[in-house]
């Protein structure tokens, strides 16, 4: 979308729906407007093929999200536990959720790698602080959700845990990550629609958010079933936490496999 400055016709944006694009002023002072996914998404050409393209990021990021899924969506199948054990299924969370941490720094090293670029070009820094940007929110609050997911499946593969300690260090950081996860996909979805609501079944960005904002939808209700007593030590419903899990897990997966279109997707103008 573009615009002249000092003149044409400007979208009335509320100051939420403004974070979600990127300006960019030419030499001529016009101003040319893209999203902001868009534009950190497709700030450089394309390297490699849709689906092998080791040397980008981007294709990291996929591959990543999509492994830690699959290992939450294996770890969450029904009879997987009686087959290999409790430790065993512990491990595939907690090594799942590796995957997912690594795959959303590099997505937070995207969004501030781009934010970067606006700003100087010649000057990349770690780490930022833009809480006018609804992206930098979206990967950061991300980011900290996986870690907490790090925390409570890690602690999980503890044997003999209390009820209470079970309750304060597995349930409450397994709570906070799906909540995390929750907020950070709703601004994804905000960011991608420039609203809470469009109609963009043509786009790549569209289907990953809307498939992400399912599968956090799910992991909250995982954790609302997973609920560990503090006093007794027993889950409020494990079969619903599993079932939830399973489906959570199998969103994300979709989620990350349609990023390698979206990464190579011919860059169009925004609309």
């Known amino acids: 979308m573009s615009t002249q400055a000092g003149g044409g016709q400007t979208r009335r944006l509320s100051r939420l729906a403004r974070a979600t694009f990127v300006d960019h002023v030419g030499p001529d002072g016009s101003v040319v407007r893209r999203g902001s996914r868009r534009h950190r998404k497709h700030q450089h050409p394309a390297a490699g093929s849709t689906w092998w393209a080791p040397t980008a990021r981007g294709w990291w990021i996929a591959v990543l999200f999509a492994i830690g899924s699959l290992l939450f969506a294996i770890g969450s199948i029904p009879g997987y536990t009686d ?44 780490l930022v602080c833009q809480p006018r940007r609804i992206d930098w929110w979206a990967t950061g609050v991300q980011l900290v959700g996986t870690v907490y997911f790090n925390i409570s ?21 397994d709570a906070i990550g799906s909540a995390c996860f929750l907020v950070s996909s709703a601004l994804a979805w905000y960011e991608v629609c420039h609203g809470w609501f469009a109609w963009r079944p043509r786009v790549w960005s ?30 409020h419903d494990a079969d619903r936490a599993d079932a939830q899990t399973l489906i959570g897990a199998v969103c994300f997966f979709v989620g990350s496999v349609l990023l390698l279109p979206e990464r190579t997707e011919e860059t169009r103008t925004e609309q």
């Open 153 to 173: 499946t890690g602690l999980a593969m503890a044997q003999d845990l209390s009820a209470q300690t079970a309750h304060q260090h597995v349930w409450r950081p």
């Open 206 to 235: 569209w289907w990953i958010t809307l498939a992400n904002l399912i599968g956090s939808v799910a992991f909250g209700v995982s954790a609302v079933a997973g609920y560990i007593n503090p006093v007794t030590g027993q889950v």
């Open 83 to 126: 087959a290999v054990g409790a430790r065993v299924d512990t491990v595939t969370y907690f090594v799942g959720s590796l995957f997912f941490t690594s795959a959303s720094f590099l997505c937070y090293r995207e969004v501030v790698d781009a934010s970067s670029a606006v700003q100087n070009p010649r000057h990349r820094r770690f």
